[in-house]
Every structure is written in structure tokens, then in C-alpha cells.
């Protein structure tokens, strides 16, 4: 179905042609009809003088019927009768030759297609009033019938020609807002995952030079130059994995030469269970306390959906070590539980701090992230505050699962690390 505004183009371009059409015309007519009223003027002859007034009475109703297209149709079509109905009975066909057909034409291009055939069956009962007042004037029907017919024809095609056009200038421009649309989401998901990249890593970097250069213990500043190290290490990996599915040509791999799926976009690097191993391992290099909970089942899950998983978790571990006081005690559970998989990370907030809930709708970018990612599988992401923790909670259906897979019975076993 056309929208208002594809219906108002389609509009717009057949009046600008009607336009065009109805200047030319226009001109031609008052020019013919300038030549009729000097040639009246002229006349001597009383009884030649009295006919051709008559016939240029009739003409000047025609033209005044086709000026009357610049106003309102309507009362175009309403002249046009009245001229038609004195053509009828004074013989005066001239004008009619040109104006009638134009007319037809016109109305069928410019108006309804209701309104344009009630108009022709109009002048389709000219001829019958021809016939009726004046049956010896039958020869001029032989004219004035295949031109009308050629122009109510000739408008149809003209007008399904525009709606042809207008549709397929529509279908373009549908086709330049997906394809814009596509680029501006391929463009936020880059930025996503550039600052689930970046973030995580350079702020566990910052807070390990933090710590070894005020500890002033060389066993402490060795251990977070080893965490360093091997944090950004594992960053140069991310950034040259997302670096090459960026490129058109080649596969993506990684810092160490090994092949990544670049379809999966790197995603069988982020499992979520490898994950709370890693994440919880850096929370307590930090000083956090971590408990963790991982249902080894999610290793079931399609891999587009682990890497979301991860990503939320690395931006909430994040969160952590940015906000977090330093010994505050944290948790990380991974779990099946009924018809959800979740992820919840947890940490124990500052007594200062009081709970509020969080809307993830006008805060950083990472909550944003985070939210659009649960959004892409059909679940759910919430942060706030509950009972003097703030919770960090990313829920899925359980039907992403590969294959069926029964809830376990008892929850997995608590670690603490």
C-alpha cells in the first residue's frame, strides 16, 4: 500500500507535467483565439458578422474551460459541458477538436480515476446530443471520437508510466536508508566492540601501574608488570582480530598467527567460561575477593551468544576495578536456571552510596553496549542497586541453547578465589 507521501509525490509529478502540458496549450488556444476575435472585429458583412460571433462565442467557452484547469478542475469540467452543449447547437466543432481531447487527457492525468471516468462518459454523451440536434453533422463524430479515445488512453499509460517511476525512485530510496541504516549499525557495533575491547584492558593496565608504582615492593610491582604484560598482550590480540573482519579480503587472526572465524566475529575467542575464569582471576589480582558460579552447559550455547555474554561480563569486571572500593567482595555467577541463561556480576558497594535503580538507557556507552547486545538474542540487561550490592544482571532464553539440554538439578559449586 502507497504511504501518504508516495501518493502526494505521484500527485505532484503528474500535475507538474499537467503543467506543461496546459502552457503550451494554453498559449496555442488564446493565440487562435486573438486570431478569431481580429478576424470578427474585421468583418463588414452583418449576417457573416452575426455567425461568426457565435462561433467565437463557442471558442471563447472552450478556452475559458481549458483556463479554468489553472483554478479548479472542476469547474473546468463544468464550462467544458456548457461549450460542449452550445457546440452541439451551433455547429462551432473548431475549438473541440483541440480542447476536448486535452481536456479528457488532462483530467485522467492530473485527477481521480473516478472522477476522469465519470468526465469521459460525459463527453461520450456529446455524440449522442450531436446525433440527436444535428444528425447531419454525424461526420464530425468519425473525428472526435478516436481523439478522445486516444487521449484517455495515452494518459493512462502516461500516469501508470509516472507511478512506475515514482515507485521504483521509492524502492531506491528505501533501498539508500537500509543500506545507511546498516552502516550507522555497523559503525555503533564497531564502536561497542572497540570499547569492550579498550576499556577493560586499559583500565586493568592503569590500575597495575598504579599499584607498582605506589607499593614501593618489588614482588608486588613484578607481579602487575607480569599482569600488564599479559593484558595487553591479550588487547593487541582483540584489536588485530577486530582489525582484520574489518577488511574485505583475507582471514581475521590473531597476535599469534592462529585462524579466527571472521563470520563469527572472532567469536570463538570469547567463551563465556573461559571467561568468569579470566575476569574473576584480574578481580582478585586487584584486590576484590570473587565468588563464581559457571554451569559448564553454557559451553552449548551458539558462539555469537558467548561472546555477548563475555563482552557484558569484561564491560561489568570493568565497572569493577573503575568504581568498586578496593578489598569490596565480588560475584560472578553463570547459570541455567529454569527457561533463562543468566549472568549476574556483583559487587559490594561503598556504605556511602545509596541503592537506586539504573536506566541503561541514559548512561555510558558500556551499560548501552551491554543492553543492545542482550537485546540482539531477546533478552533482558538490568543494573541497580540491591541490598547494598550493585548487581549487573544479563538474562537470555534458554532456547538460543544448541540442542536440548535439561536444567540441572542442583546448582554448580560455589568457588572462591
Known amino acids: 500500500m502507497n504511504s501518504p507521501i508516495t501518493v502526494a509525490a505521484k500527485e505532484q509529478s503528474s500535475s507538474s507535467l499537467g503543467r506543461k502540458i496546459l502552457l503550451v496549450a494554453s498559449g496555442f488556444v488564446a493565440l487562435l483565439l486573438g486570431t478569431d476575435i481580429v478576424t470578427l472585429l474585421n468583418e463588414t458583412d452583418p449576417a457573416l458578422f452575426v455567425s461568426f460571433a457565435k462561433a467565437v462565442a463557442v471558442n471563447a467557452t472552450f478556452a475559458l474551460a481549458l483556463g479554468l484547469l489553472w483554478v479548479r478542475t472542476r469547474y473546468a469540467v463544468i464550462v467544458s459541458i456548457v461549450a460542449m452543449t452550445l457546440a452541439a447547437f451551433t455547429g462551432a466543432y473548431l475549438y473541440s477538436l483541440l480542447i476536448i481531447p486535452l481536456l479528457v487527457g488532462l483530467v485522467t492525468l492530473t485527477e481521480t480515476r473516478k472522477?476522469?471516468?465519470?468526465?469521459?462518459?460525459?463527453?461520450?454523451l456529446w455524440p449522442i446530443l450531436i446525433i440527436v440536434v444535428r444528425s447531419y453533422d454525424v461526420g464530425f463524430l468519425i473525428i472526435i471520437i478516436p481523439l478522445v479515445a486516444a487521449a484517455y488512453f495515452i494518459a493512462i499509460f502516461v500516469r501508470k508510466f509516472q507511478e512506475q517511476r515514482e515507485a521504483d525512485r521509492e524502492r531506491i530510496e528505501e533501498l539508500r536508508r537500509k543500506q545507511r541504516e546498516a552502516v550507522e549499525a555497523e559503525r555503533k557495533a564497531i564502536a561497542r566492540d572497540l570499547h569492550d575491547i579498550v576499556a577493560h584492558d586499559i583500565t586493568v593496565i592503569s590500575m597495575q601501574a598504579k599499584a607498582a608504582g605506589f607499593s614501593g615492593d618489588p614482588a608486588v610491582a613484578q607481579a602487575a608488570l607480569k599482569v600488564i604484560g599479559a593484558t595487553s598482550k591479550e588487547a593487541l590480540q582483540d584489536l588485530r582480530v577486530l582489525l582484520n573482519v574489518l577488511r574485505s579480503d583475507g582471514q581475521a587472526t590473531r597476535l599469534d598467527g592462529s585462524i579466527v572465524d571472521k563470520a563469527g566475529n572472532a567469536a570463538s575467542s570469547l567463551e563465556i567460561l573461559i571467561g568468569v575464569e579470566i575476569f574473576a582471576e584480574r578481580l582478585v589480582d586487584l584486590g576484590h575477593p570473587t565468588k563464581t558460579m559457571a554451569d559448564p552447559k553454557l559451553a552449548g550455547l551458539p558462539q555469537s551468544a558467548q561472546a555477548a555474554l563475555y563482552r557484558?561480563?569484561?564491560?561489568?569486571?570493568?565497572?569493577?576495578?573503575?568504581?568498586?572500593?578496593?578489598?569490596?567482595?565480588?560475584?560472578?555467577?553463570?547459570?541455567?536456571?529454569?527457561?533463562?541463561?543468566?549472568?549476574?556480576?556483583a559487587n559490594k558497594l561503598p556504605g556511602r552510596v545509596i541503592d537506586q535503580g539504573f536506566d541503561n538507557g541514559g548512561h555510558s556507552s558500556g551499560i548501552v553496549g551491554m543492553a543492545d547486545r542482550m537485546a540482539a538474542f531477546g533478552g533482558t540487561l538490568s543494573a541497580q542497586g540491591v541490598r547494598g550490592d550493585w548487581v549487573v544482571r544479563a538474562e537470555l532464553p534458554a532456547k538460543i541453547l544448541d540442542g536440548a539440554h535439561q536444567v540441572p538439578e542442583e546448582l554448580p559449586e560455589v568457588q572462591d578465589l
Open 312 to 345: 557484558v561480563l569484561q564491560e561489568s569486571t570493568t565497572n569493577i576495578v573503575k568504581h568498586a572500593e578496593r578489598d569490596a567482595p565480588c560475584r560472578i555467577e553463570a547459570l541455567i536456571v529454569g527457561d533463562r541463561v543468566w549472568l549476574e556480576v
Open 115 to 124: 472522477f476522469s471516468l465519470r468526465y469521459l462518459c460525459i463527453t461520450g
